[in-house]
């Protein structure tokens, strides 16, 4: 599928594949079958991966056990920049500004990527390179039903995309908002459908 991805494009434009190191998922990808997917990457003109893992579907059963504290994929990067001379983003739990220049200084990625810290504060990447290192400030929930806390983060992405207007709610009504407005999407998608289907 890469390999058609670059037909499709062409040669100069860039092509990032994600990967996960672990799902940390019974059952699912784990290190030693992402180390050897990025064996297979070697060869095909990929311009960079970015590394990250987990899973954000509720209820998926994870394996808490490899939970470590500081970016969790770190180790699994340094193994993949032993293996490959492609480029490396390596993205999870990147909090603060002396982790990121930590992965990039220590050579364990090129790139860090950045997510639940960008949508609490778009202007991060901004902020730090003028010298304003603080961290952004992470939420604290008094309550996390399943798939709240990402459900909490969907909703940030939601305000700051201007689709709704309060900024900020707790983890329960996330959840419930989200899911009303994916019945939404599931509507309008099966009405969209609906009306294409030949009479
Ligand atoms: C609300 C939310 C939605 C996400 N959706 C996707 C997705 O669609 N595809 C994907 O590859 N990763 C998705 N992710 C995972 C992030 O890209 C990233 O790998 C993960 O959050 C770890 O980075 P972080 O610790 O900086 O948040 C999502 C994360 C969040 C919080």
């Given at each position: 599928m890469l390999v058609a991805?670059?037909?499709?494009v062409?040669?100069?434009?860039?092509?990032?594949?994600?990967?996960?190191?672990?799902?940390?998922l019974v059952g699912g990808v784990d290190e030693a079958q992402s180390l050897a997917l990025i064996d297979a990457l070697e060869g095909?003109?990929?311009?960079?991966?970015?590394?990250?893992?987990g899973t954000y579907f509720p209820g998926a059963a994870t394996d808490a056990g490899t939970r470590t504290s500081g970016p969790p994929y770190v180790?699994?990067?340094r193994q993949a920049r032993r293996r490959?001379?492609?480029?490396?983003?390596?993205?999870?739990?990147?909090?603060?500004?002396?982790?990121?220049?930590?992965?990039?200084?220590?050579?364990?990625?090129?790139?860090?990527?950045?997510?639940?810290?960008?949508?609490?504060?778009?202007?991060?990447?901004?902020?730090?390179?003028?010298?304003?290192?603080?961290?952004?400030?992470?939420?604290?929930f008094d309550e996390t039903p399943e798939g709240g806390?990402?459900?909490?983060?969907?909703?940030?992405?939601?305000?700051?995309?201007?689709?709704?207007?309060?900024p900020v709610i707790d983890a329960v009504r996330a959840r419930d908002d989200f899911a009303r407005r994916e019945r939404g999407r599931a509507e309008r998608w099966r009405l969209t459908r609906a009306s294409r289907e030949p009479m």
């Amino acid at each position: 599928m890469l390999v058609a991805v670059r037909d499709a494009v062409g040669a100069e434009f860039p092509v990032a594949v994600k990967i996960n190191a672990t799902d940390r998922l019974v059952g699912g990808v784990d290190e030693a079958q992402s180390l050897a997917l990025i064996d297979a990457l070697e060869g095909i003109a990929v311009d960079l991966v970015d590394i990250s893992g987990g899973t954000y579907f509720p209820g998926a059963a994870t394996d808490a056990g490899t939970r470590t504290s500081g970016p969790p994929y770190v180790g699994f990067a340094r193994q993949a920049r032993r293996r490959t001379s492609i480029p490396l983003m390596l993205t999870g739990g990147v909090k603060t500004f002396e982790q990121a220049t930590a992965i990039v200084n220590s050579g364990t990625a090129d790139v860090v990527g950045l997510a639940r810290s960008l949508v609490l504060d778009p202007e991060l990447p901004t902020r730090w390179r003028r010298g304003d290192t603080t961290a952004p400030a992470f939420p604290r929930f008094d309550e996390t039903p399943e798939g709240g806390v990402t459900a909490w983060y969907t909703e940030r992405i939601a305000h700051l995309a201007g689709l709704r207007d309060d900024p900020v709610i707790d983890a329960v009504r996330a959840r419930d908002d989200f899911a009303r407005r994916e019945r939404g999407r599931a509507e309008r998608w099966r009405l969209t459908r609906a009306s294409r289907e030949p009479m």
